[in-house]
């Protein structure tokens, strides 16, 4: 299975600023997801990132509060953009290399936002 | 909203004690895959079932797929300490994975 390197893995941010989180893949991959996890609740997906296209966004997440870049097969950036308290919540990103071996996520960064 | 029901939310056992936790949904699933969050921890991939009926096993880990494909299982026969976690249930819709509210298990000693 792949190894993800994902980072910040926590952070504490002031309202109104943006952070851009980052996933590092060890191999190359078609698409990379990103999900929210709020705490003591299930995993969201907010988007499914692919290399040189446009990140497809579930219902309830636009471009504009979440962009994501996708510059090559092993990477990807999810930004927060003018957060808010509402987005305290942990950050995941996540990766299929063969549907048998399911999905492999990143540490996830825990995101506080004052 | 999600597609796949989980229950019980919550399940609180004595060490020795069986667990199940079950996903259920109103249509058929293509698949199902399992995973296991230790508290502050990320999901780990447990098992994937695909086939109407299937049963797998992994040491006290028993898994189901219905007949219907519109429900699955986890069982874990005796549990320990180290089985402490949220377990959820999650189905594939193209390369999408969408997650069941999960189970959080606690096991007291």
């Known amino acids: 299975s792949a190894v993800i390197s994902q980072k910040p893995s926590r952070d504490i941010c002031q309202r109104g600023t943006s952070l851009t989180i980052q996933c590092q893949v060890d191999?190359?991959?078609?698409?990379m997801f990103w999900y929210r996890q709020q705490p003591g609740q299930s995993l969201t997906l907010i988007a499914t990132?692919?290399?040189?296209?446009?990140?497809?966004?579930e219902s309830g997440f636009v471009i504009d509060k979440f962009p994501i870049s996708r510059p090559n097969l092993t990477f990807s950036t999810l930004t927060v953009s003018n957060m808010s308290p509402e987005d305290s919540s942990i950050y995941l990103c996540?990766?299929?290399?063969?549907?048998?071996?399911?999905?492999?996520f990143g540490s996830g960064t825990r995101l506080t936002v004052v | 909203g999600q597609q796949v029901m989980q229950i019980p939310q919550y399940q609180h056992v004595q060490e020795g004690e069986d667990f199940t936790t079950y996903c259920n949904s109103s249509?058929?699933?293509?698949?199902i895959q399992w995973y296991k969050q230790r508290p502050g921890g990320h999901p780990v991939f447990l098992i994937q079932?695909?086939?109407?009926?299937e049963v797998k096993k992994q040491k006290r880990l028993t898994f189901q797929f219905g007949e219907a494909k519109k429900n699955s299982s986890l069982h874990i026969t005796a549990t320990q300490t180290t089985d402490v976690g949220t377990y959820f249930c999650?189905?594939?819709?193209?390369?999408?994975?969408?997650f069941g509210e999960g189970t959080q298990l606690t096991v007291n000693p």
């Open positions: 996540s990766v299929a290399v063969t549907g048998a071996n399911g999905y492999t």
């Open positions: 191999s190359q991959v078609t698409m």
């Open positions: 990132a692919n290399q040189g296209s446009e990140a497809t966004y």
């Open positions: 249509t058929t699933l293509s698949n």
């Open positions: 079932l695909v086939k109407s009926g």
């Open positions: 999650g189905e594939t819709s193209g390369s999408r994975l969408t």
